[in-house]
């Protein structure tokens, strides 16, 4: 399958619903000195927000049962609570209305409940706007919605202004000892979608054969978004590319430069994304596992990503291969998992894939990233070989790093594969790199899309499920007509979990991999 079966824009927002973002929990204990009181919770909301997500639980929401009308301290209990009425009764009323209240306090008695907790919300925007009130009797556990063009009851849909917002607590009455509440607040951005390119390209700054011209022409030809320049352990292609019209977009220019340096050291290769200054790497030692060079490299905002780590090595290619074995895993951001074609690289690509495996396991959540480490131009056209998509609010250098960061990234050959996941009783279709929150004991639905544009044979989609400190597993595997599938699979994890999926030809080789989409379970707020 030909690579540039992939559209130039394969604006794939249409599939997929962008999940909850920014999400924070909020949980506190109220007793019944708070009652009549107001807490004040400030949010930020960062730009480009459409839509703001609140959910608001409390529990107990009522007294326990022993405490209700049949219980002997009840009706002294309720006559307490309204002898303020009483009185009020008295002063304005008079004798005789003294005397309806009293046959009235008779009948409520009897057909009164337990007491019950009342919490509500109210939302200001950063302007300071009033922007609605959540009520317990319509909006209790569930996510309520203040969008741009379209808002739940009770709330004013308009513009989302960047800022502070506050949500003021309203504790109307705690009857109970403790009264605990729940609250989570996130957002969903108004935009996004997916952008292909090439994280790992050399010119003849180094030892590419293209331009940096060339390669920024070669790029476009093959439809890409984005292209890194990453000659080896040198900058001076990235003066050359800044003076050409790159940023544009495919089919509107050439494509933007992620600005980036392969750090060629004598054990190991990364690729630093982002940065325009050189960052010397003499000092490198094989016991400082790169550690040092990688935290340079996020002092100047960038990425470290690990390069074809299990590259023949030293003398065969000197340094190809990752030797280090102290490196601090925390501190990379990414993973060449699958160098070159995948075919012919299955020597190297399927330990890489096994190492990030491993990390995953380990709670790392390192980003998997496909690489051509392009020296020449046909090697961005050779089969087997595969593009990094990455989801993100605009083809910006800051919005395609965030995105890579996040592990919003598929790697594919060709095919579009949409991977997303609900969960039971939680809100949200969440996508790679998202974090699912889902309720214990509650399933979680994985679906996939799967598209191209040209006719092929049938394919297999697999779902690969890892657990905490397990080997990953292939939990569902099933077949797919490569030209218009879409496959829903359930399962009910008992812990957290993480989930990717893959798609492969019928004989096996692969064509997509998703990075993760990972879910924590529990209780909300806990
Ligand atoms: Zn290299
Ligand atoms: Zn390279």
Known sequence: MSRQTLERQANLAMYLEPSVEGLRKYRGVLGPVDSRSVRRIAFPVPPGVAEILIKLSYDPFVEDADRGPDTPGFRKRWEREIERYRATIGKWGGTEALQHYQRFLEEACDCMGPMRNLLNLAVLDSAGRFRGRWDSACHFGQWVSIGKTCADPGFSAGPIPSGEWTIMLECHAVVTDACDYQLAIGWRPSEGRWYRGELHAHTTHSDGTLSPRELLEVAAQAGLDFIAITDHNTISALDAASREPTGAGAGAGLPMVIPGLELTTFYGHAVALGIREYISWHEAKLDDGMNRLASIVHEMGGLFAIAHPFSPGYPVCAGCQWEYENTD?????????????WQRGILWNVPAMGWWEAELAQGRRVTGVAARDVHRRQELFKPGTADTCVWARSLTLEAILEG??????????????????????????????DEAWAPCGGSVELSVSVRTDCPSGPALVRIIRGTPGNRAEALFSAEADISGAHLVFTDAPSDHAWYRCELTTAEGHLLAISNPIYVERGDLGS
């Open 329 to 341: 895993m925390s501190v990379v951001d990414l993973m060449e998992v699958w160098s070159g074609p």
């Open 404 to 433: 890579l960061k996040s592990g919003r990234v598929l790697m594919t050959s060709g095919p579009r594969v949409l991977f997303s996941l609900t969960a039971a009783g939680a809100p949200g279709t969440y996508m790679p790199g």
